[in-house]
């Protein structure tokens, strides 16, 4: 059982450049979430999906863009890199909402734009 | 927006060492408070989530209580084991915003 799958693990972007990052889970969960991850702050929330081919917008979603076309993937994209969306980036999924469902993450991707 | 704030940032205790880590937070309307580990280079896992209607949850060697009219949760660990080494984080939703908000974690060191 993989849990979260995140990929790739590693990345370096010029500004501009535009990339896609990939969440894969295997648990059936409905939810699904992006993080970010920044030295000094908190992991702050970027988009999530409640299901199937919705999503919504977290904390922080500007330049960021998002998709969930099948209920196990979510994917994260970025159009024009820029360096302030150097971060490790998480992914999470659950079962049910923020409110009583703990979340299962992915080991990151280490995004660095230069 | 609710802040979630941990302190202390880092913590070094021999082998054994019972031990307790504070989180707190500014807005008590939360539906629940959620405790995560972290490893280096690695994800969070999670170790307890407590409902706003409860007390406290135990897992093991851990404890979370969570006092709501304060705004406070601690993290108690007994017998401290060099595998519990890793940074703890605490998270709070809000109500109606859907979102969890993290504390920037305590860096737990436990020396054999």
């Known amino acids: 059982n993989a849990g979260v799958t995140q990929t790739p693990k590693f990345r370096v972007l010029k500004t501009g450049q535009s990339m896609t990052l990939l969440c894969a889970q295997d648990?059936?969960?409905?939810?699904m979430y992006w993080y970010r991850q920044d030295p000094g702050m908190g992991l702050r929330l970027i988009h999530y999906?409640?299901?199937?081919?919705?999503?919504a917008k977290g904390e922080v979603p500007d330049g960021y863009n998002v998709s969930r076309l099948k209920k196990q993937n979510f994917l994260l994209g970025l159009e024009s890199a820029a360096p302030s969306q150097t971060s490790v980036y998480f992914c999470?999924?659950?079962?049910?909402?923020?409110?009583?469902?703990?979340?299962?993450f992915g080991d990151g991707t280490r995004l660095s734009i230069l | 927006k609710q802040e979630v704030t941990q302190i202390p940032a880092a913590l070094s205790v021999p082998e054994g060492e019972n031990l307790v880590l504070n989180c707190s937070f500014t807005?008590?309307?939360?539906?629940?408070l959620q405790w995560f580990r972290q490893d280096p280079g690695k994800g969070l896992t999670s170790l307890l989530l407590?409902?706003?209607?409860?007390r406290e949850q135990t897992s093991g060697r851990l404890n979370a209580s969570l006092d709501k009219s304060s705004g406070r949760s601690t993290l108690y660990i007994a017998a401290s084991q060099p595998g519990d080494s890793a940074t703890y984080l605490c998270?709070?939703?809000?109500?109606?915003?859907?979102?969890?908000?993290f504390g920037t974690g305590t860096r737990l060191t436990v020396i054999p």
């Open positions: 807005d008590s309307a939360i539906y629940n």
């Open positions: 998270a709070a939703d809000q109500t109606g915003a859907n979102n969890l908000f």
């Open positions: 999906s409640v299901g199937e081919g919705t999503t």
């Open positions: 648990m059936n969960h409905e939810y």
């Open positions: 999470a999924s659950s079962w049910g909402g923020l409110d009583t469902q703990p979340q299962h």
């Open positions: 407590i409902q706003s209607s409860q």
